[in-house]
């Protein structure tokens, strides 16, 4: 049996001792030892933990206050309930006052001890669990791939750990390049989920007929192209989560069986007559204001309020400035070594200037720009120069590659120019990747081929809706 807790019992009375551990046994899966005496006690307590401590008052040498005195002094000590023969109230208000939990008079009733020490113990254990939460939030600087320490970031931690617990829709709200599919990411891993699928929905990037058929799933003849049965993501996702990222781009229609969905845990794929159960935490995430969207008619009020059960909000990076070295150096190190540059360090001076920029494309705007300078610095240090986020024409000057082989000076050419090429193209087209291959006078197919070629993902570039 898995032992959740240890509960020490302090009374001077031997009998007394016997009688609470044959009642308290058989209701909890404690371990339960027992000491005559507040010194015995100590002696036990530091040999091994104790979470929760039922102590008599009334003791010969050390009494149970004095021992409880002792016990609040220490960092992290065990939940205290106190009991005594003696009904007095200026004793129990004393206990109180110095840190016990609760009181109880004997002769005890059976339930309320009961009870009373079954929610001590679940105190306690949540208190200690958000202890070292905060603990392991203060001593690292990255939490399941989200890099930042500041005051923001560690609230938006705390708030992933305790939700990633609830079984319940989460809807994850923030600018673009604020790293909310980390932030799901992170609720999925740290779920009892965590090994089963985790399913993404790049909500934009599908036009609304396809869409429905890849969140549902179809029939075979469904539609004109459905020439075999599909499962849908929902399906997919069953037992561990789906991301619908952008949610606020999903249309009128799919919005009303989305909300069927969450309603009734069911799916009916196109072309189906049968409903089918699925199992599915759902995570949604958008940069767009909803309540402004529903105002104006094109997100449905229902579908909100059935998604925004628990918000996290993602601040931008201008809010949390502190976290901007941190990022850097993450970013540094992270493409140092992707791209064979390991031993790469900024310049005095980089940084700080790095931390006064607006960012307004948040961490991932930060991140293309260290990995960009690595790209194309000559040196082992990146300077200010180097660093320079609106460089297109200064970047690609040949006489910056001179000093390298021609394949490698021709592949960092052809790496910067398409950067920069097709990121401001995707960036003027808000991601749309159609618009986009017009723009540029390429076919659709191929211009995802050199998206994905050099790791460019569009949904990256939509803007937040004002």
Same mark, same amino acid.
């Given at each position: 049996?898995?032992?959740?807790?240890?509960?020490?019992?302090?009374?001077?009375?031997?009998?007394?001792?016997?009688?609470?551990?044959?009642?308290?046994?058989?209701?909890?899966?404690?371990?339960?030892?027992?000491?005559?005496?507040?010194?015995?006690?100590?002696?036990?307590?530091?040999?091994?933990?104790?979470?929760?401590?039922?102590?008599?008052?009334?003791?010969?040498?050390?009494?149970?206050?004095?021992?409880?005195?002792?016990?609040?002094?220490?960092?992290?000590?065990?939940?205290?309930?106190?009991?005594?023969?003696?009904?007095?109230?200026?004793?129990?208000?004393?206990?109180?006052?110095?840190?016990?939990?609760?009181?109880?008079?004997?002769?005890?009733?059976?339930?309320?001890?009961?009870?009373?020490?079954?929610?001590?113990?679940?105190?306690?254990?949540?208190? #200690?669990?958000?202890?070292?939460?905060?603990?392991?939030?203060?001593?690292?600087?990255?939490?399941?791939?989200?890099?930042?320490?500041?005051?923001?970031?560690?609230?938006?931690?705390?708030?992933?750990?305790?939700?990633?617990?609830?079984?319940?829709?989460?809807?994850?709200?923030?600018?673009?390049?604020?790293?909310?599919?980390?932030?799901?990411?992170?609720?999925?891993?740290?779920?009892?989920?965590?090994?089963?699928?985790?399913?993404?929905?790049?909500?934009?990037?599908?036009?609304?007929?396809?869409?429905?058929?890849?969140?549902?799933?179809?029939? #075979?003849?469904?539609?004109?192209?459905?020439?075999?049965?599909?499962?849908?993501?929902?399906?997919?996702?069953?037992?561990?989560?789906?991301?619908?990222?952008?949610?606020?781009?999903?249309?009128?229609?799919?919005?009303?069986?989305?909300?069927?969905?969450?309603?009734?845990?069911?799916?009916?794929?196109?072309?189906?007559?049968?409903?089918?159960?699925?199992?599915?935490?759902?995570?949604?995430?958008?940069?767009?204001?909803?309540?402004?969207?529903?105002?104006?008619?094109?997100?449905?009020?229902?579908?909100?309020?059935?998604?925004?059960?628990?918000?996290?909000?993602?601040?931008?990076?201008?809010?949390?400035?502190?976290?901007?070295?941190?990022?850097?150096?993450?970013?540094?190190?992270?493409?140092?070594?992707?791209?064979?540059?390991?031993?790469?360090?900024?310049?005095?001076?980089?940084?700080?200037?790095?931390?006064?920029?607006?960012?307004?494309?948040?961490?991932?705007?930060?991140?293309?720009?260290?990995?960009?300078?690595?790209?194309?610095?000559?040196?082992?240090?990146?300077?200010?120069?180097?660093?320079?986020?609106?460089?297109?024409?200064?970047?690609?000057?040949?006489?910056?590659?001179?000093?390298?082989?021609?394949?490698?000076?021709?592949?960092?050419?052809?790496?910067?120019?398409?950067?920069?090429?097709?990121?401001?193209?995707?960036?003027?087209?808000?991601?749309?990747?159609?618009?986009?291959? #017009?723009?540029?006078?390429?076919?659709?197919?191929?211009?995802?081929?050199?998206?994905?070629?050099?790791?460019? #993902?569009?949904?990256?570039?939509?803007?937040?809706?004002?």
């Amino acid at each position: 049996m898995t032992v959740n807790g240890t509960l020490l019992i302090v009374d001077d009375e031997p009998d007394m001792l016997s009688l609470l551990k044959r009642i308290i046994s058989p209701e909890v899966d404690w371990e339960i030892v027992s000491s005559t005496s507040a010194k015995q006690a100590l002696e036990i307590m530091s040999k091994a933990t104790v979470d929760l401590v039922l102590l008599d008052i009334k003791m010969p040498d050390m009494d149970g206050i004095e021992l409880l005195e002792i016990l609040k002094q220490k960092d992290n000590g065990p939940t205290v309930i106190m009991m005594t023969a003696y009904g007095v109230i200026e004793l129990a208000v004393e206990s109180i006052r110095k840190g016990a939990y609760d009181f109880l008079t004997k002769p005890l009733d059976n339930t309320r001890l009961l009870i009373t020490l079954k929610k001590a113990m679940e105190y306690h254990l949540l208190v #200690k669990e958000n202890r070292d939460l905060h603990r392991l939030i203060k001593s690292k600087d990255s939490f399941c791939g989200m890099i930042g320490a500041s005051p923001a970031m560690r609230k938006v931690f705390e708030t992933i750990t305790m939700v990633s617990k609830a079984d319940t829709t989460v809807l994850i709200t923030g600018e673009s390049g604020t790293g909310k599919e980390l932030a799901a990411r992170a609720i999925h891993e740290l779920s009892p989920r965590a090994k089963k699928p985790f399913v993404i929905v790049n909500c934009p990037t599908l036009p609304e007929n396809i869409l429905e058929a890849e969140l549902f799933g179809h029939t #075979k003849g469904a539609f004109t192209d459905a020439k075999y049965e599909k499962k849908g993501m929902f399906h997919e996702a069953d037992g561990g989560t789906i991301f619908l990222d952008e949610i606020g781009e999903i249309p009128a229609p799919i919005q009303s069986k989305l909300l069927r969905v969450l309603q009734e845990k069911e799916i009916r794929p196109l072309g189906s007559s049968k409903s089918f159960r699925v199992d599915v935490k759902v995570v949604a995430s958008t940069n767009r204001n909803l309540e402004e969207e529903m105002k104006a008619g094109r997100f449905r009020e229902d579908l909100y309020y059935r998604l925004n059960v628990i918000n996290i909000e993602l601040p931008p990076l201008r809010q949390r400035t502190e976290d901007i070295p941190l990022l850097a150096e993450h970013f540094l190190r992270k493409y140092s070594k992707e791209l064979g540059r390991e031993g790469l360090r900024f310049a005095p001076g980089v940084v700080e200037e790095l931390c006064r920029r607006p960012w307004r494309g948040n961490v991932r705007e930060l991140e293309n720009c260290v990995k960009r300078a690595i790209i194309l610095t000559r040196s082992d240090v990146l300077t200010l120069g180097d660093i320079s986020c609106h460089q297109a024409e200064e970047c690609l000057v040949a006489s910056d590659l001179m000093h390298l082989p021609y394949h490698e000076a021709k592949q960092k050419l052809l790496t910067a120019f398409n950067h920069e090429y097709l990121t401001k193209a995707l960036r003027e087209n808000q991601g749309n990747v159609t618009r986009t291959a #017009k723009q540029c006078g390429l076919e659709r197919q191929v211009l995802q081929q050199i998206l994905k070629r050099y790791n460019i #993902k569009a949904e990256e570039f939509r803007v937040i809706a004002g």
